[in-house]
Nanobody
Framework: QVQLVESGGALVQSGGSLRLSCAASGFTLNYNAIGWFRQAPGKEREGVSCISSSGGSAYYTDSVKGRFTVSRDNAKNTVYLEMNNLKAADTAVYYC??????????????WGKGTLAIVSS
């Protein structure tokens, strides 16, 4: 069974850090781009970051540049999102998704169920 499972969400104070993980089962992440998306209460889902299948390219939305870092460990079949200097505006359910390339949610085939990160101000 193909699954993506996110973990690492928690309640953290503003300025703190979290590391989210996206673990795959039933398939190999090696040949997939992995995107991170988030949806805050009352808002639409937005793309946060994406890493290419090779790991050679990473993309970030402007609001997280310089604070978030995406990485992958293909040996562990896992992708990470390191989030530093968190702000209240980062509060959201974070989802990971896999697809052929980093070209937005429509290109993502598999989605996880999300992990909740809450940043208190």
């Amino acid at each position: 069974q193909v699954q993506l499972v996110e973990s690492g969400g928690a309640l953290v104070q503003s300025g703190g850090s979290l590391r989210l993980s996206c673990a795959a089962s039933g398939f190999t992440l090696n040949y997939n781009a992995i995107g991170w998306f988030r949806q805050a209460p009352g808002k639409e889902r937005e793309g946060v970051s994406c890493i290419s299948s090779s790991g050679g390219s990473a993309y970030y939305t402007d609001s997280v540049k310089g604070r978030f870092t995406v990485s992958r460990d293909n040996a562990k079949n896992t992708v990470y999102l390191e989030m530093n200097n968190l702000k209240a505006a980062d509060t959201a359910v974070y989802y990971c998704a896999s697809g052929a390339e980093c070209s937005g949610p429509s290109t993502m085939r598999y989605w996880g169920k999300g992990t909740l990160a809450i940043v208190s101000s």
